[in-house]
Nanobody, 111 residues
Framework: VQLVESGGGSVQPGGSLRLSCAASGFAFSVYRMSWHRQAPGKERELVAAINSAGGSTNYADSVKGRFTISRDNAKRTVYLQMNSLKPADTAVYFC?????WGQGTQVTVSS
């Protein structure tokens, strides 16, 4: 079982990034998937989640209206589109599914 995140980087406030998480080793299409983040000195928190079919999503209040989670079951990939990024969004972002964590990808928002 493996989850591999990509798409992180450095961006200015107001910018956008799209994170991807490629899954392997389990029946991706039947599992809920989620994105979490952990900022320095803070606990890991749920950012967004999506059900197996992609028809139901939920978001942390801090990202509602700015982030969008989606999935492509044929590609075994879950995405996190992040718009209007703020310095407070700076964190390591992790993908989770099948009780497994990815290795994380760093997102830095700074001018």
């Amino acid at each position: 079982v493996q989850l591999v995140e990509s798409g992180g980087g450095s961006v200015q406030p107001g910018g956008s990034l799209r994170l991807s998480c490629a899954a392997s080793g389990f029946a991706f299409s039947v599992y809920r998937m989620s994105w979490h983040r952990q900022a320095p000195g803070k606990e890991r928190e749920l950012v967004a989640a999506i059900n197996s079919a992609g028809g139901s999503t939920n978001y942390a209040d801090s990202v509602k209206g700015r982030f969008t989670i989606s999935r492509d079951n044929a590609k075994r990939t879950v995405y996190l589109q992040m718009n209007s990024l703020k310095p407070a969004d700076t964190a390591v972002y992790f993908c989770r599914g099948y009780d497994t964590w990815g290795q994380g990808t760093q997102v830095t928002v700074s001018s």
